[in-house]
C-alpha cells in the first residue's frame, strides 16, 4: 500500500515558478518508478516527468524540457517538480503517481494515484 499526496499547486502568471511536492507514505520500495502527470479539462491525461525512486535517470515530456525539473529525497520519501517559466497550456490538474515495476511513462500502467494539485497560469 502506498499512499501520495500532492501539495504546492496554485494560480500564477505566465512566466513564474511553481514547485509541486508529492510525499509518500506506507511502504515503499527503492526501486518504484515516480511520475508527474497532468489533465486539463476534456483531455486525456499526460506523462510529464519521471524518476527512478533509487536512481538518478530522468525523463521529460517534449513540452516541458528545459523549463521542468523532477527530483528526489529519499529519506523524506518525497517527489518534487520545479515548474519554471510557466505557461497557460500549462493549466491542468497534476498527479502524483508510482508504478511498482518499470514499465515506462504510459499512466495506465501506474499503479498508485495521488489526488491531484491544481496548477493555474494566466496568461
Known amino acids: 500500500q502506498v499512499q501520495l499526496v500532492e501539495s504546492g499547486g496554485g494560480l500564477v502568471q505566465a512566466g513564474d515558478s511553481l514547485r509541486l511536492s508529492c510525499t509518500a507514505s506506507?511502504?515503499?520500495?527503492?526501486?518504484?518508478?515516480m511520475a508527474w502527470f497532468r489533465q486539463a479539462p476534456g483531455k486525456e491525461r499526460k506523462f510529464v516527468a519521471r524518476?527512478?525512486?533509487?536512481?538518478?535517470?530522468?525523463y521529460y515530456a517534449d513540452a516541458v524540457k528545459g523549463r521542468f525539473t523532477i527530483s528526489r529525497d529519499d529519506a523524506k520519501n518525497t517527489v518534487y517538480l520545479q515548474m519554471n517559466s510557466l505557461k497557460p497550456e500549462d493549466t491542468a490538474v497534476y498527479y502524483c503517481a508510482a508504478q511498482r515495476y518499470y514499465s515506462g511513462s504510459d499512466y495506465r500502467t501506474y499503479d498508485y494515484w495521488g489526488q491531484g494539485t491544481q496548477v493555474t497560469v494566466s496568461s
Open positions: 524518476i527512478m525512486w533509487s536512481g538518478s535517470s530522468t
Open positions: 506506507g511502504r515503499t520500495f527503492n526501486s518504484y518508478t
